[in-house]
Nanobody, 127 residues
Framework: HVQLVESGGGSVQVGGSLRLSCAAS????????MGWFRQGAGKEREGVAA????????YYADSVKGRFTISQDIAKNTLYLQMNSLKPEDTAMYYCAAGGGSGFVCRAYTVTMLGWRGQGTQVTVSS
């Protein structure tokens, strides 16, 4: 079992930046893929970013490519999402997720299928 706790959300103006954190604990070594997804009010879940835990490559949704960066601090067992040049359409609850296994195709669009997820942190971007 893996526990994930997000933090770092808040309210910013258009063009601002935020860094989300996700503290992982438990059997984190069993996770094959980690990432972030978001869900705005009245919208479907959208995978935002993902990477294979072995650090081989990062993947991003087209809507955030060039603005968001996913990273991890292995020593702290923490996942990050640096969000720059924020837009009103980035307003959503952001969740980190982990899981998958050998054979799982780890991409931004598959993050919503990962088995473990946190409680979310709200990001609001105002113009």
């Amino acid at each position: 079992h893996v526990q994930l706790v997000e933090s770092g959300g808040g309210s910013v103006q258009v063009g601002g930046s935020l860094r989300l954190s996700c503290a992982a604990s438990g059997y984190t070594y069993t996770a094959y893929c980690m990432g972030w997804f978001r869900q705005g009010a009245g919208k479907e879940r959208e995978g935002v970013a993902a990477f294979y835990v072995d650090g081989s490559r990062n993947y991003y949704a087209d809507s955030v490519k060039g603005r968001f960066t996913i990273s991890q601090d292995i020593a702290k067992n923490t996942l990050y999402l640096q969000m720059n040049s924020l837009k009103p359409e980035d307003t959503a609850m952001y969740y980190c997720a982990a899981g998958g296994g050998s054979g799982f195709v780890c991409r931004a669009y598959t993050v919503t299928m990962l088995g473990w997820r946190g409680q979310g942190t709200q990001v609001t971007v105002s113009s």
